[in-house]
């Protein structure tokens, strides 16, 4: 048995079962479930009748690399998107199974494993970044390394996350520009999840690639970037992304993946075209999430504390007790269910954790069951 197994922390669903073991939901108030980002919103009906219509495509062995046509609309949405020139189809686009499964086998492609290779996280952070560190043979590290140069010593993958899970914070140009300077001189590779992009309310978030080329960095380089259909067109069910960036990467990427038997079915592939083609159900995405955010965030009344994401459909709430504690209590009392933020985080340096009294609250649910849930924690929370 790998003995690197037995260093994976348990998944943060797996602590929140744990924590809520024995407890009961309000039965007097309907559930309402705000602990996980799943997508509800209705999956569009042009990618629906794509796939259909490839049905036939499910005979057939797909190539890992995917279609053409799909990664040339790829491409084509990446230029559209962030106004740079467009990838190169053949070498600067690969078809992924969704960012969760690329972004973890993109280390096992990248690291070196021993005892000085570190994977550097985001913190508060998408648990399968510690995980792929920790399986390639990795130490990861909670948050960007503090001191000199020095502290970067052993840095071999960079995950960055922007708009962020779970704040929604975007990485601004100053500190793209600050992260690939460091890459230069350290020679570390950056991945950059940016599965949350598309959903914004003000101005459309910065990406990796779109930095990059503002900076003059010509081919991406030790630069990949991971997006998905799952957020952007509501079909988390066709696990259906890409990975995009610099080609010397993709193509070890690549082969890797040949080995990894992670090849997208072709009705699949037919479906992500018919995606990354149209932006008018992505922009009614936006519309619908914007009207949740809208009605939810002015009904959170001191003690608690949440501000307007810059993306993606959390709200980073601060609570005035323990957030573990908030969580069942709520749960019991309200029959809301939230995820508390420490279990999103891990302690760093000066030993906080930067979860710590933070819930994460995901609005997926309809509309009227999200105001309902703010109306039921704000009651909570008055009472504390």
């Given at each position: 048995m790998?003995p690197l197994?037995?260093?994976l922390q348990?998944?943060?669903?797996?602590?929140?079962?744990?924590?809520?073991?024995?407890?009961?939901?309000?039965?007097?108030?309907?559930?309402?479930n705000l602990?996980?980002?799943e997508?509800?919103?209705?999956?569009?009906?042009?990618?629906?009748?794509?796939l259909?219509?490839?049905?036939?495509?499910l005979?057939?062995?797909?190539l890992?690399?995917g279609?053409?046509?799909?990664?040339?609309?790829?491409?084509?949405?990446?230029?559209?998107?962030?106004?740079?020139?467009?990838?190169?189809p053949?070498?600067?686009?690969?078809p992924?199974?969704?960012?969760?499964?690329?972004?973890f086998?993109?280390?096992?492609?990248?690291?070196?494993?021993?005892e000085?290779?570190?994977?550097v996280?985001p913190?508060?952070?998408?648990?399968?970044?510690e995980g792929?560190?920790?399986l390639?043979?990795?130490?990861?590290v909670?948050?960007?390394?503090?001191g000199?140069?020095?502290?970067?010593?052993?840095?071999?993958?960079?995950?960055?996350c922007?708009?962020?899970?779970p704040s929604?914070a975007?990485?601004?140009?100053?500190?793209w520009?600050?992260?690939?300077?460091?890459?230069d001189?350290h020679?570390?590779?950056i991945?950059?999840?940016?599965?949350?992009?598309e959903?914004y309310?003000d101005?459309?978030?910065l990406g990796?690639?779109?930095?990059?080329?503002k900076?003059?960095?010509?081919?991406?380089p030790?630069?990949v970037?991971?997006?998905?259909?799952?957020?952007?067109?509501?079909?988390p069910g066709?696990?259906?992304?890409?990975?995009?960036?610099?080609?010397?990467?993709?193509?070890?990427?690549?082969?890797?993946r040949?080995?990894?038997?992670?090849?997208?079915?072709?009705?699949?592939?037919h479906?992500?075209?018919?995606a990354?083609?149209?932006?008018a159900?992505?922009e009614?995405?936006?519309?619908?999430?914007?009207?949740?955010?809208?009605?939810?965030?002015?009904?959170?009344?001191?003690?608690?504390?949440?501000?307007?994401?810059e993306?993606?459909?959390?709200?980073?709430?601060?609570?005035?007790?323990?957030d573990?504690?908030?969580?069942?209590?709520?749960?019991?009392e309200?029959?809301?269910?939230?995820?508390?933020?420490s279990?999103?985080?891990?302690?760093?340096h000066?030993?906080?954790?930067?979860?710590?009294?933070?819930?994460?609250?995901?609005l997926?649910a309809?509309?009227?069951?999200?105001?309902?849930a703010?109306?039921?924690?704000s009651?909570?929370?008055?009472?504390?």
């Amino acid at each position: 048995m790998n003995p690197l197994l037995e260093k994976l922390q348990p998944y943060p669903f797996e602590k929140l079962r744990r924590l809520l073991d024995g407890a009961t939901g309000n039965k007097r108030l309907k559930p309402i479930n705000l602990q996980i980002g799943e997508p509800k919103h209705p999956t569009p009906e042009l990618v629906k009748k794509a796939l259909v219509q490839a049905l036939d495509g499910l005979s057939v062995y797909p190539l890992t690399a995917g279609l053409p046509e799909l990664r040339d609309a790829i491409a084509g949405w990446l230029a559209r998107r962030y106004s740079i020139p467009k990838p190169d189809p053949a070498t600067q686009v690969l078809p992924v199974n969704g960012t969760r499964e690329a972004l973890f086998a993109f280390a096992q492609t990248v690291l070196s494993p021993g005892e000085k290779a570190k994977v550097v996280c985001p913190n508060p952070f998408y648990q399968i970044y510690e995980g792929a560190a920790i399986l390639g043979g990795a130490t990861p590290v909670y948050g960007e390394p503090r001191g000199n140069d020095s502290a970067w010593a052993g840095v071999q993958l960079v995950y960055a996350c922007s708009p962020a899970n779970p704040s929604g914070a975007v990485m601004s140009l100053e500190r793209w520009k600050r992260l690939f300077e460091l890459s230069d001189r350290h020679g570390f590779v950056i991945a950059s999840d940016e599965c949350y992009s598309e959903i914004y309310f003000d101005r459309p978030p910065l990406g990796a690639l779109e930095a990059a080329n503002k900076l003059g960095l010509t081919g991406y380089p030790r630069l990949v970037v991971f997006s998905s259909l799952s957020k952007r067109s509501n079909c988390p069910g066709m696990r259906s992304g890409f990975a995009a960036g610099d080609a010397a990467l993709l193509r070890k990427f690549l082969l890797y993946r040949t080995y990894h038997g992670s090849a997208m079915s072709l009705s699949v592939q037919h479906a992500s075209i018919a995606a990354w083609n149209d932006e008018a159900h992505v922009e009614q995405n936006r519309r619908l999430y914007a009207a949740k955010f809208g009605a939810a965030l002015p009904l959170l009344k001191r003690p608690l504390e949440a501000e307007m994401p810059e993306g993606g459909f959390y709200i980073w709430m601060r609570t005035p007790i323990d957030d573990g504690e908030f969580v069942r209590r709520l749960y019991i009392e309200q029959n809301v269910l939230g995820l508390p933020g420490s279990y999103l985080a891990r302690e760093e340096h000066d030993g906080g954790n930067p979860g710590k009294n933070r819930v994460r609250l995901a609005l997926v649910a309809p509309l009227d069951e999200c105001v309902e849930a703010m109306e039921r924690i704000s009651q909570f929370a008055r009472q504390l």
